[in-house]
């Protein structure tokens, strides 16, 4: 693997690419986490009748033909939409150019939960001669999960180029950064866009309604009071390319990519498990060279159901102790977007290294004495950060969590 001192192995972000319902780029994106901005609406996706709620942070700005150039939007999911979109901003974003990209070794991974699950609820329930299929001539070649890579490849006319998607449901953003981190720190690509990306869709949210954990109204991670998630949507794509690469062309560095932790205790479907996630933790700390108390905030999983935020509280004081750093959820701001959810965390982690605060969990009310942690209320504050950690967690005990530390020879410019 080489000398990971050695500016050719180490990994850096030059470019963000991000899609959400607070903010679509970089700098909507970046407004919405210094605001606490949230846009939960009632869900349109798909008939909600029958339920007894049924908000979300869908996106309703997002226009594909303002992001998407030379691929016909119509042959594209809406997940693989988000996608294109998200990587053509971050290449963009990198200062790089379609040419200088179409003549590099690039990967391309991306994490979901649910592929193009989207486009297949909208043909559940239609009795056509011929099946469902032959209302959407063409509906096959969409609906693939393969495609919310390669549709990123084939709308930048990559050539050498490796295009995978990683299904690791709600941690598969983070587990797609890892297999970038480790090509390009090996030398085996030159630049990997790597993130997730997913859309709002009837198959899960109507899962997590049956088990009881979506929220009427809205998410409240850590709070006394919560009452569950509230599903959302979007992509994040992330540049990752060597310190070498980006110094070589001047590039602007977000933030370094120290190392991450993957791990699967698969003890149960749905329900976290402390120690498994302890371990995880321990596994990245130990990946990326850092101590515990070296982490200046966690951008925690935290969704806001009972289960899960009392147990990934309970696991990071098992690792940190009594002086945890600060923890915090952005999906009280974008909701779960599922495969997407890492991906985002890891952008917005990025942004606040750079911009120096910590992003604030918003709706938050009355403290969780079982969950102990200082979230960061409902307003962003300013911090000058070195290290941060971002908790990817999934179902089947899917664990993946990333360290990413400060731009090489940066100060955060200090947000105030």
Known sequence: MGDVTDPR???VITGLGVVT????????FLEGLLGGHSRVRPISAFDTEGYAYANG?????????QWIERTPVDELGRATQFSVAAAGMAVRDAGLSLDDIRGRRTLVSVGTTDGESRDLDQLVGQEVEGGPMAMAPGVASRIGATRLSTGIAQELELTDVEAVTIPTACAAGN????YGFDAVRAGDVEIALCGGADALCRKTFTGFYRLGTIAPEVCQPFDRDRKGILTGEGAGIL???SLTSARARGARIYAEVLGYGLNCDASHPVAPDRDSIAACMRLAHRNAGVKPHEIDFISAH???TRANDVTESAAIRQVFGADAPRAISIKAMIGH???AASALSAAACALAL?????PPTINHRTSDPECDLDCVPNEAVPARLNVVQNNGLAFGGNNAVLILGRAPEQSAELWS
Do not use: K, W
Not at 57 to 65: K, L, R, S, W
Not at 175 to 178: E, Q
């Open 21 to 28: 319902s607070i903010g679509v780029g970089v700098q909507a």
């Open 239 to 241: 540049t990752l390319e």
């Open 354 to 358: 750079t911009n120096g605060f910590i």
């Open 57 to 65: 942070c869908e996106i309703a700005d997002f226009d594909p033909g």
């Open 337 to 339: 977007t599922m495969g």
């Open 9 to 11: 192995h180490r990994v």
């Open 302 to 304: 935290g969704t806001g």
């Open 175 to 178: 587990y797609a950064l890892g």
